[in-house]
Every structure is written in C-alpha cells, then in structure tokens.
C-alpha cells in the first residue's frame, strides 16, 4: 500500500558535541606527539652539530689520535672495515634467511619459532653478542668441556683454517656486528617478499619459469628497494655499535687495516674521549659524532641514489 | 570437437536453429571427421583438502579452435583450465586424479618436465599481471628462462609476439618504458604475447577480458580468433555472449560436473540437457 506519510524532515543542523569531541582530540593529541618526537630529534642533532662543528677539521681527518692535531682517521676507517666485514658476513646469511622464510619454510610452528626467535634476537640487547663472540673467538679457551667449549673449539679451527688471529680483532669486531645484522635483514627481506603480489609468481610459472628463476628474476627484483632500505637500516645500527666492539675489536690508536689486528672504530673512540676530564678531548668526541651520523647519511643517500629505479618512461 | 561422454558423439545431433537471441559469429566447425585433440580429458576429478571441486570430467579439446569454459561461480571451470597446465600443484592441499592428455602425452605421469609443459601450454590470467619490468622485458622473460641467447635473437622474437598480439604498432616506440604505464587491455595483450612468445601449443586463458572495458575486450576477442588459426585456445569466460563471439565449442559446467558439451551454436540454441537451456538463458548464473 502506497505511503503518503512524507517523514518527518531531518534536522541537519542538529549537532552532536561527542564525536566531534574525540575526533578533535584525536589529532591534537597526535599531531602533538608527532611535534614532540621531532622536536627531541632535532634538539639532539642540533646540540650535536653545534659542540661538533667546531672541531671539523682537516686534521681531523688525516691525523691520528696521539699526532698533534688530533684526528680520527684510524677510527673512520676502521669503523668502514668493521661495518664491512660485518655486512660481507651479515647480508647474505640475513637474506638467505629472509629468503628461507618468505618462500621455503613450511607453514607452521616451526617457521613461527624462527621467526619469533629472529624477534627476539633483534631485540636483544647487543652487548650480549659482543659477549658471545668474546667468549668464542676472542678468548683462546682453556679447555673444551661442555657444548659451549665444542662450539669454541670448532670456531677456533675454522679460525685458524682461515687465518684468523685469536685475541681482539677487526674479524671478532665484524662478526659481533654481523650477528647484530642477520634477524634485521632477515626480517626485512621476509616482511619485503611477502608484500611482492602472487600474480607475479603466478605469472612467471605459468610461464614455465622454476621456484627459483621466479625468485630471482621476478620475485627479488620487485621487492629489491624495500631489502635495501632494510639492510640500509642494519648498517647504519652496527655503525653506531659500542658496546660489542669493547668484547671485540677493542680499539686502537694506531692506524690499522689488517682485521687480525685490534681495530678502532669513531664509536669506541666517542666513548672513551666523552669520558674524558680534557674539554679538548670532549669536543673530539662531539666531532667525532657528528663525522659518524653524516658518514651514515651519506652513505644511505648514495646508495638510495645508485639503486634508485630508473624513471619510468609513460610517453 | 568436444564430447561429454566418449561413447556419445553429441555433436552429430546438432542442428542449428537458434531462438534464444543469441547468434554466434563463429561457424561451426565444418569438419566432422575426427579432428585432432589437443587436450583429452579422462576421469578427472580434483580435490581441495576434503571437497571435491571437480566430479569425473571427460572431454576432448580439438586442435586449434576456440573452446569456451561456461558456468556459473564456483562450478570448478576455472580449476579444470589449471590442470591443463599443472598451476593446481602450486596450490596447497590440491589433488588432481584421473588424466589430461596433451596431444597424446599424460601431464599427470610421473616424471613429467611441469616447466616444458608449460612452456608448451601459455597461460592469460583474469587480471593483466604484467611483471614490473619494460614491455620488451616481459615478453623476452620467456625466450631467457628458456635458454633463448642472443640479443637480435630475443629482439626479433619479441617483436614477433608482439605483432601477433597486435601491440606493436602501439609500443614500437617505447618499448623501454614500463609495462605498467599501458593500459589494462594493452597490459592484458601484452601478457598474450608474453604467454606466446614461446611459441605454445595451447593457450589457457581464465576469464581474459573480466577486468576490461568493452572496447578492450572487443580487441581480445578478435586476436583470440586470429591465434586460433595456429593455437589451440581454451577460454573461461563468465560472459555467453563472448563464447559465443569467440568460441567454436563450448563446455557447460555446474557444481563440478560438466553438464554438457558441443559447438557453441548448438549448446546456446538447441541444448540437450535442461540445466543448460536454463543456464544460457538466464535463468541462474
């Protein structure tokens, strides 16, 4: 039966106070938090290249810690050997395990323990792996009972099979950082290969390509910035490593570029210099932060410029 | 042609006269001697974990014609097409029994090359899935996979492919440029000619212009009959009108079961079984 109750007009100027109420919040609460976190960021920056701008020098750069002027140049060079050594060991194993995750493992508990232990591991705090990498490869053990004493054991012939040094070393210093690298990198690349769209895969096997031809022409490829960005991410960590690198590589004064030998690095040295009474040392130390965070920079830029996709043509 | 039932030749019951509004463009297959089968289907029924997709499929595939999948959602069309080319192994808990024979030789049997067989069986999917790669990247993705070298070798092949797909006069000019900058139905032919730059056997194409605009459909349509002539092509499609513009035999499947089979003119116009009528029609979709 046909209606012919017109209903009532709705009152469009009627407004309610609550939600409105929240949603303002909302974003004053988070725009402010966004402001505070920035703010922090660049207070921290700021002080550091205001107490560090002065010492930037030439010296700083071609002098070494005891030659008058200071410099720093073992240290930033030793800080490159290490993130080096530390990326030769820690990029592959991180990506083959991301790899592992993302395309081999089979889906269950076994795959969700890696994963949670790869969790874990990249929370742990990292004086622990320095500990570690001492306990193997730094210390010549006195005896090998028990398991940690068979790993030692076996570390220490593939020590010497390679040529390796015991004591503090630029290798002891780039493994410690390399065990730093591998759950961040392997996480990135699974989390970055998952995003990769199965009609890729769909498409490259429907065209008779195999598991592995689809990962490494098609799959890889695709997800290639998002595994830089993250392996980007784990240097720029292990570069800014302390703690580890005292169980390690130790440190030294003098120019160094066997990694058999103690290595320096700008982190070690920042710390030993800020605890300084000397004003001249603390501000080498403020120097030497700021080289370490623009080194960092730097580098992240160059790569991202180098590996950049090339610009898509649309005409 | 296609029969439902090896013991049954249905098609020698067809006999044109359609009044259902529905008229094909594409004659029927004049040849009633027993023309080559590109694909033959025997006892096939595939599994998901404990539900049966697909119940006792047999049906033969001829050699070059256009054969068309009809149906309604879900009634397994689309999951007997990715037997042809073993795509269900990569789907997990998905058991494929009985035999798919492509000319002659059983895909199912052990020690089958699942890589050569599909290199010999191109597969078009529903959605252009172009890889984000140059349009002659993509089309050259499959001479490398498959040992194609050479770089005028490659050059000259994807040209080849893409002529056929009728996209060469439209790229030859940016053929460095991504894949991604065409539009869906370039993209859609783009994926054709990537899927025959290894020259297949058979072309599997799963629902090819759903995601198209007519106009773009309109250009598939015809390079799908314009392949025919070399390639063995089968098409699902959700869309009767389109088997019957393209198709010279259609299939009706319903719950898994393939209900019925035979030249699109009769199964649109003159069909055996009641679902089928009912289906062509519009009754259920």
């Keep these: ?315 | 042609m296609i029969l439902a039932d090896t013991s049954t030749d249905i098609s020698q019951k067809a006999h044109g006269a359609g009044t259902h509004g529905l008229t094909g463009t594409v004659p029927v297959t004049t040849s009633a001697t027993a023309a080559r089968q590109a694909v033959e289907v025997q006892n096939l029924e595939v599994f998901y974990g404990q539900h049966r997709a697909v119940h006792n499929v047999n049906l033969k595939i001829n050699h070059r014609e256009v054969t068309a999948f009809i149906g309604p959602s879900g009634c397994g069309k689309s999951t007997i097409l990715r037997c042809f080319n073993r795509m269900n192994d990569l789907v997990k808990h998905c058991r494929v029994q009985g035999s798919v024979k492509i000319h002659g030789a059983d895909i199912y049997a052990r020690g089958t090359d699942v890589m050569e067989l599909r290199k010999r069986t191109g597969m078009v999917f529903q959605k252009p899935n172009p890889f984000p790669k140059s349009i002659h990247e993509n089309v050259a993705y499959p001479l490398r996979i498959h040992g194609v070298r050479g770089k005028a070798v490659i050059a000259e092949k994807v040209e080849k492919s893409l002529r056929l797909a009728g996209l060469w006069d439209e790229v030859k000019d940016r053929l460095h440029a991504s894949a991604l900058s065409l539009s869906g139905g370039q993209q859609q032919r783009l994926c054709i000619a990537r899927a025959i730059a290894v020259d297949p056997d058979v072309l599997l194409m799963d629902e090819p212009c759903s995601a198209l605009d007519p106009i773009a459909t309109k250009t598939i349509e015809s390079l799908i009959n314009e392949l025919s002539k070399t390639i063995t092509i089968v098409v699902v499609t959700h869309n009767m009108h389109q088997a019957v513009r393209v198709a010279h035999q259609t299939a009706f499947f319903y719950m898994g079961n393939l209900v019925e089979t035979g030249p699109t003119d009769k199964i649109f116009h003159n069909p055996v079984q009641h679902q089928t009528l009912a289906y062509v029609t519009g009754q259920f979709g």
């Design chain 1, 1 to 315: 039966m046909p209606s012919d109750i017109t209903p009532a007009p709705t009152n469009f100027q009627h407004h309610e106070w609550g939600p409105r109420l929240v949603s303002a919040l909302a974003k004053i609460l988070c725009t402010a938090a966004a402001a505070v976190a920035l703010l922090l960021l660049f207070v921290i920056l700021g002080y550091m290249v205001w107490k560090g701008i002065g010492g930037l020098h030439w010296s700083f750069f071609t002098n070494l810690p005891l030659e008058e002027p200071m410099g720093m140049r073992n240290c930033i060079v030793g800080t490159v050997i290490l993130a080096a050594i530390a990326s030769l060991i820690g990029v592959p194993i991180g990506m083959l395990c991301g790899i592992y995750l993302a395309e081999y493992s089979p889906k269950g508990w076994s795959t969700a323990v890696i994963r949670l232990t790869l969790d874990v591991l990249a929370g742990t705090p990292t004086i622990l792996f320095g500990v570690v990498v001492y306990q193997i490869v730094v210390v010549r053990p006195q005896n090998y009972n028990g398991w940690v004493g068979h790993i030692s054991l076996w570390a220490h012939r593939v020590q010497s099979w390679l040529g390796i040094t015991n004591g503090y070393s630029g290798w002891a210093g780039g493994l410690a950082l390399a065990l730093i690298m591998v759950p961040i990198i392997a996480r990135a690349t699974e989390e970055m290969l998952r995003l990769v769209p199965l009609s890729h895969r769909e498409a490259s096997a429907g065209l008779g390509a195999s598991k592995a031809e689809t990962l490494w022409r098609v799959v890889l490829p695709t997800a290639k910035a998002g595994i830089i960005t993250g392996i980007m991410l784990a240097i720029a960590r292990v570069a800014g490593e302390t703690a580890p690198l005292f169980f390690t590589a130790f440190g030294n004064d003098t120019m160094v570029y066997n990694p058999n030998r103690q290595m320096p690095s700008l982190t070690e040295q920042i710390y030993n210099y800020s605890q300084s009474d000397d004003p001249h040392w603390r501000a080498q130390a403020w120097t030497a932060s700021l080289v370490l965070v623009s080194m960092v920079l730097v580098f992240s830029a160059a790569v991202r410029i180098a590996t950049r996709k090339r610009r898509i043509r649309t005409h």
